[in-house]
């Protein structure tokens, strides 16, 4: 049974006149999420479930990580907002 997002118009934006499009490196430009264009979990740090480094000045550097901008993962960043939520509340 998939998931009742799946299909839905607001699991999925794309904006291909942005000047950034796409903003990392992909096979698959068709189905390159923008929806979440600043990813929501960039707070949770090393535990955001991504493929993140951090540069030697201590920024967390996101470019090798296609999460939050592949259509199917929608779900996988609504699973984590409870963590999100957890982290404002501190």
Do not use: S
């Amino acid at each position: 049974m998939k998931p009742d997002w799946q299909g839905k118009h607001y699991a999925f934006f794309q904006n291909r006149q942005c000047e950034f499009f796409p903003c990392h490196k992909t096979d698959d430009p068709d189905n390159f999420n923008c929806l979440f264009c600043y990813c929501p979990l960039y707070a949770l740090g090393k535990n955001c479930g991504g493929n993140c480094r951090y540069t030697d000045k201590g920024v967390k550097d996101c470019t090798g990580c296609m999460i939050p901008h592949k259509r199917e993962n929608y779900g996988k960043i609504l699973e984590k907002f409870q963590d999100v939520a957890a982290l404002a509340r501190e």
